[in-house]
């Protein structure tokens, strides 16, 4: 709790568990988009691969984010840390 009242940010478990869901989500949202056009369209196959590709896409973007987010973070927190201590 402390953790989100000094840096407005949620707990990294919080941030974790949401970018699992959000990958589930978009890449379902793919695989759905993809299977309409498919149907739509009759290129079998296609549709459902462009989709898991461009929900895989995006969730490693998000996880890049995330990944990016907490290293500047802990770099800045350890910083912070060290200056305290001299």
Not at 3 to 27: C, D, F, H, Y
Not at 65 to 83: A, F, I, Y
Request: charged content about 20%.
């Amino acid at each position: 709790m402390n953790e989100q009242k000094n840096n407005n940010r949620p707990p990294s478990w919080m941030s974790t568990s949401s970018l699992g869901l959000e990958l589930a989500i978009v890449l379902g949202l793919g695989v759905w988009a993809g299977n309409k056009a498919d149907q739509k369209y009759g290129c079998e196959p296609l549709g459902v691969l462009l989709g898991v590709f461009f929900g895989f896409i995006y969730g490693s973007y998000s996880f890049w984010k995330l990944l990016k987010m907490n290293t500047t973070t802990k770099k800045k927190k350890d910083k912070k840390d060290s200056d305290a201590s001299s």
